[in-house]
């Protein structure tokens, strides 16, 4: 290995007398080494600029999506695929882990990329086993840029049934929450309410119609929503925000509950 002292003190051609021997002292005073090459691997971290950082933050994150991409956003996985996602997850969280929680940055709306969370699964793989049923893009919008310690979460999911109803048409499920910061990275939700928006007109009485509302009672009964009999709250659940920048939002369902892959989306009216 070439070192930035490993160099002769005395070129091949020069004569080795005595009389042409400088003083050693004098040698390394007329002799200056730059620090970068005494010094390399500390040189390398001192040319760490925030743009370089931006740079392998946004390698990451391109790495992260192109491991979800496969995936119909997590409803078909493998465990090589699941491990290297989980790996990717990691190493972007790492990079603002402990930050505290931006809730302007947070605020707007997020397009999901993948999950492994059951209640949303349970989606995807209704729209598989039930060829009429096709389920959209989904949504979550955060309400709480003029907010201190918390606002609204609001889950939205565009579906539709071609060729009776296409999603521009504004079928739509909508699953809102309340939801408080409780700690630096931690939210605690508290579901309030579920509709099934079907625009611009209600579906026709058929058979057709009447699976598409037992779908979705049976959807209902996946969320904890309010009892409208007793109008007592639901027990609501902690989600950590791993990750947040102006593109990527990354989340952990606490308990198990699943992670979320989101990217940042046009808002929603």
């Known amino acids: 290995m070439d ?26 005073a007329t002799r200056k080494v730059p620090a970068r090459k005494l010094f390399p691997c500390l040189a390398a971290v001192a040319t760490q600029t925030p743009q370089t950082v931006e740079f392998d933050v946004e390698s990451k994150k391109y790495e992260l999506l192109r491991a979800v991409q496969d995936t119909k956003r997590g409803l078909v996985t493998t465990d090589d695929q699941r491990s290297s996602i989980e790996e990717a997850l990691v190493t972007v969280e790492g990079y603002n882990k402990g930050a505290p929680l931006d809730l302007v940055k947070l605020d707007g709306t997020w397009r999901l990329q993948y999950t492994s969370a059951p209640d949303v699964l349970i989606l995807l793989e209704a729209a598989e086993r039930i060829s ?3 389920v959209g893009q989904i949504f979550q919008k955060f309400e709480c840029k003029d ?16 060729p009776l109803l296409e999603e521009e048409d504004g079928a739509t499920l909508l699953v809102s929450a309340k939801f408080s910061v409780v700690s630096v990275r931690n939210i605690y939700l ?9 625009a611009p007109a209600l579906l026709p009485r058929s058979f057709l119609s009447l699976q598409i509302l037992q779908f979705l009672r049976t959807f209902k009964a ?9 109008g007592r709250q639901s027990v609501g659940g902690l989600y950590y925000l791993s990750y947040l ?25």
Request: proline content about 8%; charged content about 15%.
């Open 3 to 28: 070192l930035a002292l490993a160099s002769p003190l005395f070129p091949s051609n020069v004569t080795r007398g005595v009389d042409k021997i400088k003083p050693f002292s004098s040698m390394f």
């Open 245 to 269: 920048d102006a593109n990527m939002l990354l989340g952990r369902a606490v308990g198990g509950g699943g992670v979320f892959v989101f990217t940042k989306a046009q808002p929603l009216e």
């Open 190 to 198: 508290q579901f309030e309410e579920l509709q099934a928006l079907i």
């Open 147 to 162: 907010q201190s310690n918390g606002g609204i979460i609001r889950n939205v999911v565009k579906w539709s049934v071609p």
């Open 132 to 134: 009429f049923f096709q």
């Open 222 to 230: 996946q969320i904890p929503v309010s009892d409208p009999g007793t």
